[in-house]
């Protein structure tokens, strides 16, 4: 035990984590952020390359980074990342943000001098091929926690500006203090008095003595949008549930209403102001999730599953090249109703779709079939369409009596607690990519049957309400059901005299 003491200097890291937290008694933050260093830094995928540090060389902003590819490198870590990612992420954007600044070469100065390459802050975007979580099943177990959730964003917020850092300054002694602000939805907590210690004949500081200077305050983008669940989730006879969510700096601006969604993120709470904050209430909060990580879960060509396995893809090649292919899928349509091959035929070719075509003068031909079932009542018009609703993987059923032209194509509705203006897409922005089902088409008003044509023929709809103007997706196929003028089909007379 000699020499114990003499003149090494001896550290413990365990002091940086802040105290009262057991679940990191073994994995400190000191620790963590050197593990998060050599993770981004050493890591190699299965072809032997360096997936993340090739990736902050090019994205000097952000960087993907798979939770599996964590988890195979420290488990651990990965753990503590789904636990508390509120703690741990920050350190995961420190590591990246001196990991860029290491692997960046010194430049030129004013002066002629090498200097350091100035890097400002890398966003860490999380990906997980985990199954999602129904959003019905989200409660307190999950406070704090990684969740997964997918479902079809149906609004989406101007931006705003979060403060990350408010600058302060004392109306008495003019001092100024930085203060942190809670990511997301969360403010910052203001010290009630000013630490200022008065000199003799000098007037003290009063309680609240802080005023905001918004000029010397950091800031970041802020976006929020409102997720709702697919409507193949939902319970039959039940409303569809929806969960606030908030996207900040390069997240903002990518998702327009009626896109598809996965999202990953922190699920949390904040206090709502509005009519609906009610005295007493203090321990009431509103949930939302702190987006950490997004993918759209549709592209361009198919809303389907995005893979199949080998032996479905050889299936799905054997039935192609059957000669009566054509008439077998007809037959599967509506097995159960009697008759009617020539509505089966109609409906197969809508479930299938044409080839869309973009001409060389940009002009686009869209390749999605409508169709219009008209013919007296009791014909299975109405099974039809029932029967289009479950099969189809995207699709909306709705009645022609109960339906408006905003309910149809979108709405400008204002938000109840910051008193904006927002876009809400409606069935035929939800339905991009599948099939909108309208029966009692004959049933519709005039002026809302109007307001889909543009999106049945160029396939987007054009708003322009409260100051918003923009131009949604509506790649829909319509199949609608209608009864003639009189009631039941004459066929004494003409086709355009009886619709």
């Given at each position: 035990m000699s020499g114990w003491d003499e003149g090494a200097v001896f550290y413990s890291d365990q002091a940086q984590f802040p105290q009262g937290d057991p679940a990191a008694a073994d994995i400190t933050r000191h620790?963590?952020?050197?593990?998060?260093?050599?993770?981004?830094?050493?890591?190699?995928?299965?072809?032997?390359?360096?997936?993340?540090?090739?990736?902050?060389?090019?994205?000097?902003?952000?960087?993907?980074?798979?939770?599996?590819?964590?988890?195979?490198?420290?488990?651990?870590?990965?753990?503590?990342?789904r636990k508390a990612p509120a703690d741990y992420l920050p350190l995961f954007e420190t590591a990246g943000s001196e990991v860029l600044a290491s692997l960046r070469s010194k430049v030129a100065g004013e002066t002629g001098e090498m200097e350091?390459?100035?890097?400002?802050?890398?966003?860490?975007?999380?990906?997980?091929?985990?199954?999602?979580?129904?959003?019905?099943?989200?409660?307190?177990?999950?406070?704090?926690?990684?969740?997964?959730?997918?479902?079809?964003?149906?609004?989406?917020?101007?931006?705003?500006?979060k403060a990350t850092h408010v600058t302060l300054l004392c109306k008495n002694c003019r001092s100024v203090r930085t203060v942190p602000c809670r990511p997301g939805l969360g403010g910052a907590i203001v010290p009630r008095s000013c630490d200022h210690v008065p000199q003799p004949g000098e007037e003290p500081c009063p309680l609240d003595p802080w005023i905001a200077v918004p000029d010397k305050s950091k800031y970041v983008d802020l976006q929020t949008l409102k997720l709702q669940e697919n409507p193949e989730d939902v319970p039959t006879g039940e409303l569809p549930r929806n969960v606030l969510l908030s996207v900040d700096r390069h997240l903002v601006q990518t998702i327009v209403p009626g896109t598809r969604l996965t999202v990953i993120g922190i699920y949390s709470v904040f206090q709502a102001s509005g009519t609906n904050n009610q005295k007493g209430a203090v321990g009431v909060k509103q949930p939302y999730i702190r987006i950490v990580g997004l993918e759209?879960?549709?592209?361009?060509?198919?809303?389907?599953?995005?893979?199949?396995?080998?032996?479905?893809?050889?299936?799905?090649?054997?039935?192609?090249?059957?000669?009566?292919?054509?008439?077998?899928?007809?037959?599967?349509?509506g097995p159960s109703i009697?008759?009617?091959?020539?509505?089966?035929?109609?409906?197969?070719?809508?479930?299938?779709?044409?080839?869309?075509?973009?001409?060389?003068?940009?002009?686009?031909?869209?390749?999605?079939?409508?169709?219009?079932?008209?013919?007296?009542?009791?014909?299975?018009?109405?099974q039809f369409l029932k029967f289009v609703e479950k099969t189809a993987p995207?699709?909306?059923?709705?009645?022609?009596?109960?339906?408006?032209?905003?309910?149809?194509?979108?709405?400008?509705?204002?938000?109840?607690?910051?008193?904006?203006?927002?876009?809400?897409?409606?069935?035929?922005?939800?339905?991009?990519?599948?099939?909108?089902?309208?029966?009692?088409?004959?049933?519709?008003?005039?002026?809302?049957?109007?307001?889909?044509?543009?999106?049945?023929?160029?396939?987007?709809?054009?708003?322009?309400?409260?100051?918003?103007?923009?131009?949604?997706?509506?790649?829909?196929?319509?199949?609608?059901?209608?009864?003639?003028?009189?009631?039941?089909?004459?066929?004494?007379?003409?086709?355009?005299?009886?619709?």
């Amino acid at each position: 035990m000699s020499g114990w003491d003499e003149g090494a200097v001896f550290y413990s890291d365990q002091a940086q984590f802040p105290q009262g937290d057991p679940a990191a008694a073994d994995i400190t933050r000191h620790s963590a952020l050197r593990k998060f260093k050599e993770f981004l830094r050493g890591f190699t995928s299965p072809t032997g390359d360096f997936p993340y540090r090739e990736s902050l060389v090019h994205n000097r902003d952000h960087v993907t980074v798979a939770i599996e590819d964590l988890d195979a490198f420290d488990a651990e870590l990965a753990d503590r990342i789904r636990k508390a990612p509120a703690d741990y992420l920050p350190l995961f954007e420190t590591a990246g943000s001196e990991v860029l600044a290491s692997l960046r070469s010194k430049v030129a100065g004013e002066t002629g001098e090498m200097e350091e390459p100035v890097t400002g802050d890398v966003q860490i975007f999380l990906s997980s091929k985990e199954n999602c979580v129904s959003m019905r099943s989200i409660g307190a177990d999950y406070m704090s926690k990684l969740v997964k959730i997918a479902g079809i964003a149906i609004a989406a917020s101007r931006v705003k500006a979060k403060a990350t850092h408010v600058t302060l300054l004392c109306k008495n002694c003019r001092s100024v203090r930085t203060v942190p602000c809670r990511p997301g939805l969360g403010g910052a907590i203001v010290p009630r008095s000013c630490d200022h210690v008065p000199q003799p004949g000098e007037e003290p500081c009063p309680l609240d003595p802080w005023i905001a200077v918004p000029d010397k305050s950091k800031y970041v983008d802020l976006q929020t949008l409102k997720l709702q669940e697919n409507p193949e989730d939902v319970p039959t006879g039940e409303l569809p549930r929806n969960v606030l969510l908030s996207v900040d700096r390069h997240l903002v601006q990518t998702i327009v209403p009626g896109t598809r969604l996965t999202v990953i993120g922190i699920y949390s709470v904040f206090q709502a102001s509005g009519t609906n904050n009610q005295k007493g209430a203090v321990g009431v909060k509103q949930p939302y999730i702190r987006i950490v990580g997004l993918e759209q879960s549709r592209d361009d060509n198919t809303n389907g599953p995005s893979h199949f396995t080998l032996d479905e893809e050889m299936e799905f090649k054997e039935f192609a090249q059957r000669p009566d292919a054509y008439a077998k899928i007809c037959s599967m349509i509506g097995p159960s109703i009697y008759g009617h091959g020539d509505v089966k035929k109609a409906i197969a070719c809508l479930l299938f779709g044409g080839s869309k075509k973009r001409l060389p003068d940009g002009v686009r031909l869209r390749g999605d079939i409508h169709a219009l079932l008209l013919g007296d009542p009791s014909t299975a018009k109405s099974q039809f369409l029932k029967f289009v609703e479950k099969t189809a993987p995207i699709a909306v059923y709705t009645s022609g009596k109960g339906s408006s032209a905003a309910g149809l194509t979108a709405s400008v509705t204002r938000d109840s607690n910051s008193r904006e203006f927002y876009l809400e897409g409606g069935a035929m922005v939800l339905a991009d990519g599948g099939v909108v089902c309208i029966d009692e088409f004959d049933k519709m008003r005039p002026e809302d049957r109007v307001a889909i044509h543009e999106a049945m023929e160029q396939q987007t709809i054009s708003i322009a309400k409260a100051g918003i103007t923009t131009v949604l997706n509506s790649r829909t196929s319509v199949l609608a059901a209608a009864n003639p003028i009189s009631g039941r089909y004459d066929d004494l007379k003409r086709l355009h005299k009886i619709t």
